[in-house]
């Protein structure tokens, strides 16, 4: 794009009012009276800058699973969520364990447009937890990957965990485990407790995340490697987490914000749409989650948005899937239970959602800050409407979302991403226009995070 | 809603024994008696009537039980559900000589299952129906063979029949709109 | 009363009141002519997920001593095919225009989606979901209590401290939960009994006693002991080593019957295990209530229908 915009007025997470100008799908200017500058203006007065949210886990489910979500609609949910970099999980058909997978997934995002995609690469192969995979062909591919997960599956094996742990420090990759025993979780539907109990449904005991995330620590403590915990849930995994890091463990965290609002109460209904991997919890854990998160024990949030087909969650509790969508309410979510709550501020948010997130997933050069010369990520919010979250809001192919219904704060406004826009005035740009933009994109992959 | 009072204690009580008396009459004694009364005043009205029996002609003891029509009715789907009582045949009915006792006849519906369920637990020589009040309305074809008082009534008027084993006290009275 | 979901449903007064229409329809077991014409012309389906010849035939009986016209729909899968999707079948009932369900099903909450969902808006049966509840096996074990020890007074009565042991394999059994809620409804004294390993993980999660000593709990000598049926794949789970230590530390063999005092009643759900959770001995004797509570199954899914077909208003 060569002719500027200029957003006039917005407020930067620290509260500070300013100016903003994107050129050449960069940031050429930013502080306050820059009405001056050439370019079309974009009046943003009162609405909340923040950098371009990034989400290091997020299921596309491209390739294999296309009816539930692809590329393209996983994107454009992100987009409409204010999310412009998306980590795409590893658990498609094939398996994303080998550089061509990867690498088509890397070019269908690129394809896109809507959001820079960045692949995860599998940890093992087939996500079977037998034999490592292409780590470091994945890590030099187009697709240049830096974050490896089996998540949906646990890297039970500690022999594995711990090699993968010591291979990736070649490359400064990181692990990022989805921690459950498969042996303490089988045929498990929902939290082990008084609901499970209650409903005749096979418990998910809390010991069976806490045991995994314990011992990743130990092993990375031990190798001196980079550790991610996925979505964790209890507070019990908070705890372990916060007394890793207080003797210097290179352990990060994610929550869902599922997680911070829902817990074992939403299943009494037998309604599968609360039916998660981990499962939610009770009051307890959603306290020390949201404490976690407020203190920096916790990262970063991240949605694990995971579609399904209708099919699949409108039956039985034991036959449907495990997961929920997320990306579009995301902000939202962190907006009612952290910002609304006090526990946290806007620059919190914006660390928790963008700048923490792209450092995890290395991509810290060229997303998650809002700095004159950075590729124009960018997204403004009303933090102050409040509106009925349905199933007009949700903009990817699958509708499996537990907050339906909910009278939700904060709209994503416009998304930017790489100067142009991907939702503009509260409606996601026409996938043509996108496409168009998207070839004539100058930053593109070339930029190593 | 006003109430009139049509039959009291001292009506109730004469009007049971003249009943009496033409049981007995028809029947030309006791032998064979059997009577039963359609919960719940019904069967109040069946002892009744059975101890008045047995001080007519004594050395008798007429046999006298509850025959509940629940499980008979043609309005279960339709209307609010009741809740049942026991039926408590003494000695069996075959061959015998049934006398239904009933309160109130009204549409008949009520006597019409009462007929049914006799007809599941056996199979009398003859039936005969008794009732305190015949208020008319007749939707089937049935007819009581001894009535204790007529009361032409309107479909807006209610009948309330009090007996002192059930209520405290003898009354009957209508209720108008 | 729309629905039969659960036993944890049942208040106390509506409780009774089931158990008092199941003494009335006992009485009919008497007549030479045993059907009532309460349901004719209504059409009930026996939607099982499941096999249960035992319960399917139980609910038969009552529905055609009810006169109700009677539909099995074997709804069960194989191993090739999954078979149809509960929502599908569902809405094929409600196509075709039945007046109740009867639903077994191996997931638990597949009776209450079915009430709730809208696939159909017809009354529904629990007769068993997954590990939740089997609430006709409680009325029909409360039933059977009332009678045995109330005897011809049983009618308006509850169960007030009757103290009941409940043994086996208490974490996988809808019949343990169901009883646990109905019996302490009640009045009843509830204790489970069973290793560690099949108690629930909560202690609180049932208004129940949690034991793991069956000697200790015999010698309190309760009114009634309810054994369940152990299956051999818990084996696999690694809840109990082997069957032989199940039945010396938690069965009821011989000599712990033998210890008994008489007038301690001896329940099973069926079928049993003979010489595994319990002994011939207890089984055949005159403490045992196995086939009554059998029989007394008929009339109380009688009077389940009874209260769930007729009437507008709350039983």
Redesign the interface.
Known sequence: MTTSVKFIGAVLPNDEVTDVVVTGGRISAMGPGLNHIEGEVVDVTGLRLLPGLVDLHTHLREPGFESSETVLTGTQAAAVGGFTTVFAMANTLPVADTTSVVELVWRRGIEAGYATVRPVGAVTVGLEGQALADLASMASSRANVRVFSDDGKCVFDPLLMRRALEYVKAFDGVIAQHAQEPRLTLRSQMNEGLVSARLGLAGWPRVAEEIIIARDILLAEETGSRLHVCHLSTAGSVEIVRSAKARGVRVTAEVTPHHLLLTEESALDYDARFKVNPPLRTDEDVHAVRAGLADGTVDIVATDHAPHPIENKDCEWSDAAFGMVGLESALSIVNMTMVQSGLMSWNDVARVMSTAPAHIGGVANTAGTLEVGRPADLVFVDERVLRSFGVEDLAGLSKNSPFLGLELPGKVVHTMRHGYFTVRDGSLVDQRVIATFAREDTIGFDERG | MTARNVLQATDIQRALTRISHEILESNRGASGLVILGIPTRGVVLAERIAEIISGIEPGVDVPVGAL?V???RDD????????????RIPGGIEDSTVILVDDVLYSGRTVRAAL?ALT??GRPRVVRLAVLVDRGHRELPIRADYVGKNLPTSHAERINVCLVETDGNDLIQIAGE | MQHLLSAADLDRDTSIALLDLAEDMAETADRPHKKLPTLRGRSIVNLFFEDSTRTRISFESAEKRLSADVINFSAKGSSVSKGESLKDSAQTLAAMGVDAVVIRHGSSGAPYLLAHRGWIDVPVVNAGDGTHEHPTQALLDAFTLRRRIHQTASRGRDLAGVRVAIVGDVLHSRVARSNAWLLTTLGADVTFVAPPTLLPAQRDAFPVSMETNLDEVLRSSPDAVMMLRIQKERIHGAFFPHEREYTRIWGLTAQRFQALPQKTLVMHPGPMNRGLEICSEAADSAASTVLEQVANGVFVRMAVLFAVLTGKEDL
């Open positions: 509940d629940t499980m008979y279960l789907a339709t209307s609010p559900t009741r809740s049942s009582s026991p039926t049914d599941d637990l």
